[in-house]
C-alpha cells in the first residue's frame, strides 16, 4: 500500500554577474572539486567520533563538501538544448545527522542540490529550501535544524553568487 502526503516545495534562485565558469569555480573553492569519498569514510569502521573526525576534514569554509555534479549541459546539447547547465550535489552529514536524528526520512533531501545556469552575460544559482521538502508533518525539532540549514545554503548561495 501507498501513502501519498503532498507538500509545497520553496525554490531560491541566485541572480550572478559572476560568469557560468566563475560562479562554478566560487561554488567548487568552498566545498572542493574532487567528490567526497562518504561511503569509504563510513565503511572504515570505528565509533561516531572517529566518523565525524574523517569527515571534517574535507568540509569547507561554509560547511559543506562536494558529493557529486551532474554536468546536463553536456548532455542536453544533443537534444538540441545550447545551455551549460551543472546540478551540484554538496552537503555535509554531520549537519545531516541534525535533522535524520529526528525524521529518517528528511535523509531524501539530504545532502542539497543547486543547478548552476549560464545566464548568458551572467549565472545563476538555484536549489529547493531544505526544509521545504523535509518537514512535511510538525516536527519542531526537525524544523529548527532544517532552517538551520536553510540559512547555511542561502548563506553560501550569497557568497558564491
Not at 57 to 65: H, R
Amino acid at each position: 500500500m501507498a501513502t501519498e502526503t503532498r507538500f509545497d516545495g520553496i525554490r531560491m534562485r541566485y541572480d550572478s554577474t559572476k560568469s557560468y565558469d566563475e560562479l562554478v569555480a566560487a561554488l567548487l573553492t568552498d566545498i572542493g572539486e574532487q567528490p567526497v569519498p562518504i561511503n569509504d569514510i563510513a565503511a572504515a569502521g570505528g565509533d561516531w567520533d572517529s566518523y565525524q573526525a574523517a569527515v571534517e576534514k574535507y568540509v569547507g569554509p561554509s560547511g559543506f563538501m562536494l558529493f557529486g555534479a551532474f554536468d546536463h549541459g553536456a548532455w542536453i546539447a544533443k537534444a538540441g538544448i545550447e545551455r551549460r547547465v551543472l546540478r551540484v550535489v554538496l552537503g555535509n552529514p554531520l549537519i545531516a545527522i541534525t535533522m535524520i536524528r529526528h525524521d529518517v526520512t528528511a535523509g531524501l533531501f539530504a545532502p542539497v542540490e543547486v543547478l548552476v545556469l549560464d545566464e548568458g552575460g551572467g549565472s545563476s544559482l538555484t536549489y529547493v529550501k531544505p526544509s521545504s521538502l523535509m518537514v512535511v508533518e510538525p516536527n519542531p525539532e526537525l524544523l529548527s535544524a532544517a532552517e538551520a540549514l536553510d540559512a547555511k545554503l542561502a548563506a553560501l548561495a550569497a557568497k558564491v553568487a
